[in-house]
């Protein structure tokens, strides 16, 4: 596409306006979009009125924007997502009735943990995972079993980009992985939420690295983590059976 004359393409520009928003700022005034989108704001005007056009983005009755619904329309025709959620789909339903606390299902994507379904559960302990919103894979049992189960070439990208990081939060990181891979599925306490324990486990391919993974989290010290653990193991089994038998 066309470059600005600023040097930055139009897709450029479309990518960054959309990035903007994220679950702490699902609505925008023009002037907040326009500054984190790095974009000025006649130009931002002109571009709205066509990304509005479009329903790529919507207008409030208080002027503000926010992402339109063909964005979730678009992203709910991918391929990748959609089998996985079809296959997984019963089997958190089971782990959300069994164990009674909100079940997530979550990628690894651009190192970072994306939250892709949440099944939702009342008097649930604090969960701040949100579907589309994304978490940092150091600090989540989410994270910490998508990396134990990635390819090596996956571990070693993302120790690379974030190797002060990792040093200062796991200084035992290949000891961690190791006992994740051991164990089959993650537990960290307190990471997020000091009053919670998060527990995780990978849903695996063929080759044994994961695909997505499984997790809820609980109260802090819980005496249920053991059966929560095996729970989360056997239906990430259940959903990996699925998805073979769909391909």
Do not use: C
Not at 71 to 76: I, K, S, T
Not at 194 to 223: K, M, N, W
Request: proline share 4%.
């Amino acid at each position: 596409m066309a470059n600005s004359p600023s040097g930055d393409s139009m897709l450029d520009r479309l990518v960054r306006i959309l990035d903007s928003f994220d679950a702490n700022n699902p609505s925008l005034s023009v002037s907040s979009l326009a500054h984190r989108a790095d974009i000025p704001k006649a130009t931002m005007y002109r571009l709205l009125d066509e990304l509005v056009s479009h329903d790529l983005l919507a207008r409030d009755n208080s002027g503000n924007v926010r992402l339109g619904l063909r964005l979730w329309e678009l992203a709910n025709r991918s391929a990748t997502t959609q089998d996985l959620r079809t296959a997984a789909m019963p089997f958190m339903e089971d782990i959300n009735q069994l164990i009674g606390q909100n079940t997530q299902l979550s990628v690894l994507h651009q190192d970072e943990v994306l939250i892709i379904e949440r099944l939702s559960r009342p008097g649930s302990v604090v969960n701040q995972a949100n579907v589309a919103g994304r978490m940092p894979v150091h600090r989540t049992s989410m994270g910490m079993a998508l990396l134990a189960f990635s390819r090596p070439e996956v571990i070693h990208g993302f120790l690379e980009r974030h190797r002060e990081l990792m040093a200062a939060t796991h200084p035992n990181f290949r000891a961690e992985m190791a006992e994740i891979r051991r164990n089959g599925f993650a537990s960290f306490d307190g990471f997020i939420d000091p009053e919670t324990t998060g527990a995780a486990a990978p849903i695996l391919d063929e080759s044994g690295y994961q695909i997505a993974v499984l997790s809820v989290v609980v109260p802090r010290e819980s005496d249920t983590l053991q059966s929560v653990a095996l729970a989360l193991r056997t239906a990430a089994r259940g959903i990996s059976r699925a998805l073979g038998a769909r391909s």
